[in-house]
């Protein structure tokens, strides 16, 4: 008697009946791989009774965004989505900020363009550029390439006044790779990788990539000898806005830095300099959670990513060996983006709409959700959130959202460390990125590439990189069976 045959004799609780429509995709495999499910469904089925439901969508979890922030378009244009019940005026600010948001910077002065001042060294020519399609930038394909999306932050030991990292003395806090006719770029990067071997559990084989840095072409001299670097790169954009909006005690609340609760979990907040406020508050946004707003973090991005100044930003980011070096630089106006345009691009970014959970209710995806949750991946990618009650845009308020992450730091091990402090980060300390629309990715963005530098080539291998706080997750999934495996993988994809 089949694996198959066998299960649908029986009628036991959720758990069973999943399973077993779960064994129907297998049904044509080889026998090994039947015995195989046959074994661990009998082991699920000894603890099983009829009242158990832990394999059952729960409702409303389709709803990744809330009722106004969720898009059911799985197209490639499923990141860049309105929102819904947003007034009127918040509906033409989505549409000035995408219109902003794609546009390229020139140099200045044009006569034709209106958004001039580009640079005078830079990364991207827009916030697009990075964010292509509101997406995930990938890292280069050849070790040549140039870097679009994926950037390097750069410092030495020790903190500025507000206890942000201080650049370096002639490159500054970011490498810029581009510049306008006449002013040299900073420098190149070359990225190479090493391939490191491993083995689940079962013996079945898997390959990491670790990418080496090769700085070269610098052209305003060496830089320090201690210097600190971090790659970063572009993330999707969607829910941002819901992410500023909750509340800062139930991030708080899944705090506990001293692991008290001694489950190998010590999330920790990181506290930021928010130059609204002139003012330390708690980080949010960005790798290490080193940017406590959007309005800041989109401020910051046009300076540092594009060499456009603002009322925040009100210098360009050229230190003044560049300076000395350039002589008088072309500037769009001072500054460059007023604060109509930066209000715009910030109100879109907030109202862009999550993808909707596929599949919320299919067995394969059921099971790898409670493998999931077994595994302690939830202790940092909490699933659901409510949002708060203060936000000027209506919509963003009280929203039942499924985000996947606490917006704390943890430490993540040694190969993942950049070894680059931000504010109170340490170098081995990141975000927890929120896990809705990653299994969107490919679709929008043509490429599955994850982690901060772009190096996992899909889920797999960034669960497999995962080590520090995390270290017990990944190795339950190694030490799990290839249709488990399987499944965690189809779960993530379906966020």
Known sequence: MSALHWVRNFNYCGRCQALAKYLTFFNSQKMKRQLLLFTYLLTLLAACTPDDVSLQAEEGEQYAGGENFTTFDFSENAFGVQGKNLSREDEDFFVAGNALFRTNWVTAPS????????????????????????????????????????????????KGPEGQPVGDLIYGGQLQDKSILGVPAEARVRINYEYLPGTYADGEPYSLRRPVYEFYDQQYGDFAPDLQF???????????????????????????????????????????????????????????????????????????DIGITSSLNPSDHLTAQQRAANGEIPNGGEPELTDRQLERVVRYLSTLAVPARRGVDDPKVLLGKELFTQMKCTSCHIPKMQTGSDSDIDALNNQMIYPYTDLLLHDMGEGLADHRPDFMANGREWRTPPLWGIGMIPTVNGHSYLLHDGRARNLEEAILWHGGEAGAAKTAFEERSAVERAAVITFLESL
């Not at 363009?113 to 640079?119: A, I, P």
């Not at 020519?125 to 995930?136: A, E, L, T, V, Y």
């Open 111 to 158: 006569s034709v363009q209106s958004l001039d001042g580009l640079g005078p060294i830079f990364n991207a020519i827009s916030c697009g550029s990075c964010h292509f399609k509101d997406g995930r930038a990938a890292p280069p394909e050849s070790p040549d390439e140039a870097l679009n999306g994926l950037l390097i932050r750069l410092s030495i030991p020790g």
């Open 230 to 304: 971090s790659p970063r790169i572009g993330q999707q954009l969607p829910g941002m806005g819901l992410l500023e909006h909750i509340p800062e005690s139930t991030i708080l609340s899944f705090a506990d830095e001293n692991d008290t609760n001694e489950d190998g979990i010590s999330g920790k907040p990181n506290y930021v300099w928010d130059k609204t406020r002139n003012a330390t508050v708690l980080g949010r946004f960005g790798w290490k959670a080193n940017q406590p707003n959007l309005i800041q973090q989109t401020a910051d991005a046009f300076n540092g």
